[in-house]
Nanobody, 115 residues
Framework: QVQLVESGGGLVQPGGSLRLSCVAS????????MGWYRQAPGKQRELVAS???????NYRDSVKGRFTISRDNAKNTVYLQMNSLKPDDTAVYYC?????????WGQGTQVTVSS
């Protein structure tokens, strides 16, 4: 059974950077389009960025130019480099396929942007 494990979150000041990692227990990353999602308190989960098996990327407007998604299929890992972080980026971040598969949701990793 595939498991996705996110890590790399933390507390950072506005303008700071974090790099999130998502490790898959199975070799799904080379097959599926993968996405990073986030859910802020009281809000619905939203797609932040995605990357196809061929490496094409897409971003929601609010993170364009600040976030970069990448993947290393040999390591079964997807990354999200987040720069110039803003308080509005505060959320629990998850990775999943796109479209998402319900039983792939993991625990996520908390990102808090605050001074």
């Amino acid at each position: 059974q595939v498991q996705l494990v996110e890590s790399g979150g933390g507390l950072v000041q506005p303008g700071g950077s974090l790099r999130l990692s998502c490790v898959a227990s199975g070799s799904i990353l080379s097959i599926y389009t993968m996405g990073w999602y986030r859910q802020a308190p009281g809000k619905q989960r939203e797609l932040v960025a995605s990357i196809t098996s061929g490496g094409s990327t897409n971003y929601r407007d609010s993170v364009k130019g600040r976030f970069t998604i990448s993947r290393d299929n040999a390591k079964n890992t997807v990354y999200l480099q987040m720069n110039s972080l803003k308080p509005d980026d505060t959320a629990v971040y998850y990775c999943n396929t796109l479209p998402h598969i319900a039983y792939y949701w993991g625990q996520g990793t908390q990102v808090t942007v605050s001074s």
